[in-house]
């Protein structure tokens, strides 16, 4: 049919399909800052445009439904202020607020959060914060968990009605010793909408600093993300806004069947189907045994997966591929391949996976071993540590304390879905653009796959939609790379949400009996932990995500007195396989697995002895100087070696986050936990305390390459893999600082395995810590070569200066007797006039030890006694993650984190049933949490210094992730009594147990 | 596959097009349904220009045009607060902003709070050609067996009703696993409504006065189990609930006086 579209007042004639999508129409049109989260009924909202002023989902419009509308995108909103002779109004406010606040992270979202703000303020200049989160509800970001957002809105509006707005980078506040000695106010849930009432337009977090340090430019201000200007515009950042000629359009055939042999596969229709340009089964490609876990070599685990085979192990496991002219091509020959299944039995239930007699998923001949796995028994993976003498630490006990746990399978839920797209250049190499965390280990791990040499493949990583974990996998690059291959023409594959849920690699749900030996004084004096942990249909991460579990959480409670030198601890793991979507990494990685059992079962500990449950934790807590005693015993599956952790800031983190949510003048206080007029509610607040890992030591290593230009700008090019953290930012910071330039004289660029140095990827909370120790190293070398040159500069005017005397800062390079010369000069000269040479430096950096981040998270519940159900309040998260390098981004990280765990702790859980369908196949049943339902939230950063590190940095991405659920279950605890030992806290399992399973606990 | 677009400038005109039986078409109001779902599908026929987004708040009812977007009945002014509470539990922004209630309600399944809310209401429909009115009630069950025409045209419900609602949900905005909602007339009629489970929320209570809404509650959810929540708890809750609603009507009313 043929219409006229009104987008950013300019008509566009059309002709086009009547059951087109508006979506579909936009991003054919260019319109890129319309974003596709794979969602079908407009859950996401990252699609969102505006009609008439009003902001509605393009996914679930047709398109011409829009004619004789107006339609606007942010590509009209505003632009960069300085395109050269032509001058524009640079960004609109609420974009400028956005960048300032760190309210993007990904940035996936952002063009449809703008969007909805501009149609806020347009409508309301003055809108409160309920009115911001009811705006923002229609629009899911993983990242933020919308504190920031919020405050980029309500900033943005103050702004534009003229008012003055606080800075957004108070340096003063750096290096000032914080008490917060008065009781901060409780405003308790003071909105309908939640949220609280305490968001304000100031976005710099609170900042404890324990170890003084000297001020610093760059480091340690709230710098906006280096790619936050191009992300507020909607620019074509991301994998799908790519564009190719002759592109193909791939869709994958999935199996209906958990368990199933393919007894025939017939794709004569699906192949005379007219646009269809190949399809592929597994007698199509090479049978290669690989895993999908993105990992150093060697993979520490077993090579169980084929790109294509014979046999189904799961709902969701790869049939068959097709590449046709457009996607509803792809779709139509999905459904003319015909595919004759031999069902086999199911393997669902974990704890059965290693009965005599049970199906077993893996009996393949060409399954290839990893140390202790054994594919007869459904046994991914086995661990079996044992530190000190743990029997005899239980015969020393006074009490023996025993209980079983669970924790579910869960998803990452970025808001953009995994999108590859693969074609050859012009040297017949295969260019892979792909939406990964691990550029470099996808080339490597792909190559056998595909049949070709690594050097014959480029893997390109543009902006990431988030990812959390979820893409340090090597599972779509496949499709698109054989379809290539089949068909010669570029080739895209972008998953939809159902593929998502149904064929991606989610959280490991565990079960875990824990048992602890303690002394009537509270002492620990033996741990020990076996975790059931289950990988679904293939072992990808089964060994070293289960490690972690132990290997952090069990790493935190030593025992106090003589079992602080020598603890017993002892961790066993079985992983085992079953019919179910396979399990893979998710931020985190284990740790929050771990930390639900442990805290959990800490705090029973510390009721059962009557002791205060805060006294009782940091009483058996590693202390600062100690060695972490799992490093003499486990390193993912390589030879250890002991580390000392020199720094701790937990008690500081306990003392500050008290303070922050009033613990003192709540806990035991039987009116607190009262609802006046509500007598089927009660109040409780909980806390929890963890520790995570900063990179895997002896293994992780990054590369960093810096170069010097003309204008005295530097290129940094790195392999690591900033996902939306904001890494390539706290990156060039680290550059900037000891370079002594301004931030935006930092060109960013990341990854390109043909371009940049190698990078492990985006994971284990590596990247600020490992690729940045890389950068200092790189930008160390280019300094010293900038004052080598200055210093022959001076000597020919005349002006004697020893190298090491010269003072690199603002760009400048200054003598002692205060001659300066520009870096453009010291630029000119290296590149043009005397004694030429390339101002440069690469490096690398690879670390013998992990230090850990510590953290104390506190959680204020109320809970409905009648109904079971949970409404998360508050929560504080006080973080001890040494130097932080932006405390904003930073504190973006630490507010998205608690969101995904709050998730985690009250709703998020993947059930499939009695033939291994999954329930959750989109954002509906797959809930996550709007930005109108979320608790108040605050961060406080305890400043330890990490010697290790250049600038004293340690991890924060991962560790927000580990204390929420347990922190939530002990408030949860203090509200109603209600020991849990499963979550998500849904309704009915508190409420079975205050009426069903302990009936006495309601009084 | 959908071939054919239509945005009639009438009700008679889209109810033409809709009665043509050598076609399958289907109404959109915001097109949040139809724009996924077009398997069969060989036109649509648009209704924003059908003359199908009104409200009239004369005489005793409220009247609500089928192609009103829930954004617009958000912000009427004399809609019930209950009304607009539900509105905004369950549809963000950007949903309320393209779909229409009409449209809503009948695409929606057990787990609505909005169409139990109105159940209990006693929502009555009204249907096109021959302005055929069916009650909410008695349409839900059997869906568009029962329809008395091609086209909804109005949702109409008794203004000044007392009316409450309350759920369970994994959060606060999360699709609830149970819902009662509690109308209740002036001259004491009580509805109560049940939602969060199956394809279309029920009635479990419709009395002259509020006698028996927990045991009628219980019993109405006593086999209501499936992969979100067992029978045991939902005949449990309902009660509560239901007796929650009740209790929260009567504060009203007390306050009233």
Not at chain 1, 666 to 674: A, E, P, S
Not at chain 1, 899 to 923: H, I, N, P, T, W
Not at chain 2, 124 to 151: A, C, N
Request: hydrophobic residues 40%; contains cysteine; glycine residues 8%.
């Amino acid at each position: 049919m043929e219409i006229k579209l009104n987008i950013n007042q300019q008509e566009y004639p059309l002709n086009l399909p009547a059951g087109e999508r508006l979506l579909d129409t936009l991003r054919r049109l260019g319109f890129f800052s319309i974003k596709n989260g794979g969602c079908e009924k407009g859950e996401c909202g990252a699609c969102t445009v505006l009609l008439d002023g009003k902001p509605v989902n393009s996914c679930t419009m047709l398109t011409a439904q829009a004619e004789g509308h107006l339609l606007s995108t942010v590509e009209a909103m505003g632009a960069h202020p300085d395109h050269g002779w032509k001058k524009t109004e640079g960004l609109h406010v609420i974009q400028q607020a956005f960048v300032e606040t760190g309210a993007i992270q990904c940035g996936y979202c952002t063009p449809a959060m703008v969007l909805v703000a501009k149609a806020l303020i347009d409508q309301n200049a003055n809108p409160d914060e309920c009115e911001v989160r009811d705006a923002l509800s229609a629009v899911l970001c993983r990242c933020t968990g919308y504190l920031k957002p919020v405050q980029a809105v309500l900033r943005a509006a103050a702004i534009l009605r003229g008012e003055q707005v606080p800075p957004i980078d108070e340096p003063i506040n750096i290096n000032e010793v914080i008490d917060f000695d008065g009781i901060p106010d409780d405003k308790g849930t003071s909105v309908p909408c939640s949220g609280g009432t305490l968001t304000e337009t100031k976005v710099f977090p609170k900042l404890k600093v324990v170890d003084a340090r000297s001020p610093m430019k760059t480091v340690g201000h709230a710098e906006p993300k280096v790619d936050a200007v191009k992300l507020v515009q909607g620019k074509p950042a991301f994998t799908a806004d790519y564009e190719k000629r002759d592109l193909l359009y791939a869709k994958v055939l999935h199996s209906p069947y958990a368990h199933a042999r393919i007894k025939k596969i017939d794709t004569t229709q699906a192949k005379a189907l007219p646009g269809v340009a190949a399809v592929l089964t597994w007698q199509d490609v090479p049978r290669v045994a690989y895993s999908t876990a993105g990992q150093s070599h060697p993979i520490p685990g077993p090579l169980d997966t084929f790109s294509l085979g014979n046999k189904m192990r799961f709902v969701g496991d790869k049939v068959a591929f097709v590449a046709a002219e457009t996607p509803e091509i792809a779709e139509a020959a999905l459904k003319l391949i015909k595919v004759d299944y031999e069902v086999l039995p199911h393997l669902l239930d974990p704890s059965k996976a290693m009965d005599e007699g049970a199906p077993v998923i893996h009996d393949e001949e060409d399954y290839v071993n990893f140390a202790d796995s054994d594919p007869t028994r459904n046994l991914a993976a086995e661990i079996r540590i044992d530190i000190g003498d743990v029997e005899k630490g239980f015969k020393e006990a006074d009490q023996i304390f025993e209980e079983e746990y669970e924790v579910p399978k869960v998803h990452q839920a970025y808001i953009e879905p995994h999108v590859v797209m693969s074609y050859w250049d012009e040297d017949d190499r295969l260019v892979i653009i792909t939406s990964t965390q691990v550029p470099f280990h996808v080339r490597r791990q792909i190559a056998p796959v595909l049949g070709l040499p690594i050097k014959r493949i480029r893997v390109i990583k543009p902006r990431i939609g988030g990812g959390f974990g979820g893409k340090q996998e090597v599972m779509i690059e496949d499709v698109a790379g054989h379809l290539t291959i089949a068909s010669g023409r570029p080739v895209i594959y972008e998953m939809t949400r159902e593929e998502e849920f149904i064929a991606a690699r989610p959280r490991h749900p565990m079960r875990i009996k824990i048992k602890t030996g303690v002394k009537d004084d509270g002492t620990i004096t033996a741990n020990e932990m076996y975790c059931l942990s289950d990988t679904g249909a293939y072992g990808c991460h089964a060994l070293t995500v289960a490690g972690n579990t132990g290997h952090k959480s069990m790493a935190l409670y030593v025992g106090d007195g003589p079992y602080r030198k020598d603890p017993n601890i002892r961790f066993y793991s079985d992983v085992v396989y079953t019919n179910t979507v396979p399990s893979g990494a998710y931020r985190g990685y284990g740790v929050p697995q771990g930390f639900w059992p442990v805290d959990r079962h800490m705090e029973s500990i510390a009721r059962a002895l009557k002791m205060d449950p805060i006294a009782f934790r940091l009483k058996n807590a590693l202390h600062a100087g100690e060695i972490h005693p799992f490093s003499k015993a486990w390193s993912e599956g390589r030879e250890p070696k002991p580390e000392t952790i020199y720094t701790i800031g937990l008690e500081e983190c306990v003392r500050q986050g008290r303070m922050m949510i009033g613990w003192d003048q709540k806990y035991q206080n039987q009116q607190w936990h009262l609802v006046p007029g509500k007598d089927h509610l009660r109040k409780g607040i909980g806390v929890a305390m963890v520790m995570q890992g900063t990179a895997i030591p002896y293994l992780d290593m990054g590369g960093a390459s810096i170069k010097m230009n003309d204008d005295g700008s530097f290129n940094l090019l790195v392999g690591a893999t900033d996902l939306g953290t904001g890494s390539d930012t706290v990156l060039a910071q680290m550059a900037a600082e000891t370079l002594g330039v301004p931030l935006d004289d930092i060109l960013v660029y990341s990854s390109d395995t043909d371009f940049t140095p190698f990078d492990k990827g985006a994971y284990a909370s590596s990247t600020t810590y490992i690729s940045g120790a890389a950068v200092v190293k790189a930008a160390e070398k280019v300094a010293e070569r900038i004052r080598v040159r200055a210093a022959m500069m001076f000597a020919e005017e005349g002006i004697d200066v020893e190298t090491t005397d010269i003072t690199l800062a603002d760009g400048k390079a200054y003598a002692p007797t205060n001659d300066i010369l520009t870096f453009e000069d010291i630029a000119l000269n290296s590149l043009h006039q005397i004694d030429q040479e390339q101002i440069m430096g690469v490096a690398s950096h690879m670390s013998p030890v992990a230090p850990p981040p510590f953290a104390a998270q506190f959680a204020e519940v109320t809970v409905d006694i009648e109904s079971g159900m949970v409404t998360v309040d508050k929560l504080v998260m006080a973080v001890d993650s040494g130097v932080i390098i932006n405390p904003v981004t930073a504190s973006g990280q630490i507010e998205g984190g608690m969101a995904q765990a709050l998730g985690y702790a009250v709703s998020e859980e993947m059930v499939f049933d009695d033939k291994g369908q999954l329930r959750e196949k989109d954002f509906v049943d797959y809930h996550i949490f709007r930005a109108d339902e979320m608790p108040e939230m605050t961060t406080v950063f305890v400043e330890t210094y990490e010697p290790s590190h250049p600038f004293g940095a340690k991890a924060v991405a991962e560790i927000p992730l580990d204390g929420v659920a347990p922190a939530v279950g002990n408030a949860i605890l203090d509200a109603c009594g209600v020991s849990l030992k499963k979550i998500p806290a849904i309704p009915e399992r508190i409420w079975r147990e205050l009426n069903v399973d302990h009936p006495e606990r309601e009084a | 596959m959908i071939k054919d677009y239509f945005r009639p400038k009438s009700i008679e005109e889209a109810v033409g097009l809709l009665q043509d039986p050598q076609k399958k078409r289907t109404p959109i109001g915001g097109g949040t349904t139809v724009s996924r779902h077009q398997d069969g599908l060989s036109g649509v026929v648009d209704l924003q220009n059908a003359g199908l987004d009104f409200i009239l708040a004369t005489g005793q009812y409220i009247q609500v045009g089928a192609a009103t977007r829930l954004e617009t009945v958000l912000s009427y002014p004399e809609i019930d607060l209950e009304m607009k509470r539900a509105i905004k539990i369950e549809a963000n922004q950007n949903i309320r902003n393209a779909a229409t209630l009409g449209g809503w309600l009948i695409s929606s399944d057990g787990r609505s709070i909005l169409s139990t809310l109105l159940l209990a209401m006693d929502t009555i429909m009204s249907w096109e050609p021959g302005t055929q009115k069916i009650h909410f009630g008695d349409w839900l069950p059997l869906r568009s067996d029962v329809s008395p025409g091609v086209l909804l045209h109005e949702l109409a419900w008794l203004k000044g009703l007392n009316v409450a609602f309350e759920y369970v949900a994994r959060s606060p905005k999360d699709q609830p696993v149970l819902i009662a909602a509690v109308a209740q007339w002036g001259s004491g009629r009580t509805r109560v409504a049940l939602g969060g489970f199956g394809d279309a929320p029920i009635i479990a209570l419709d009395g002259p006065d509020d006698n028996g809404v927990d045991l009628a509650s219980r019993d109405a959810y006593i086999a209501a189990e499936d992969a979100w929540a067992t029978a045991l708890y939902r005949r449990d809750v309902a009660a509560k609930l239901a007796m929650r609603c009740l209790n929260r009507i009567n504060a009203i009313k007390g306050n009233e006086v």
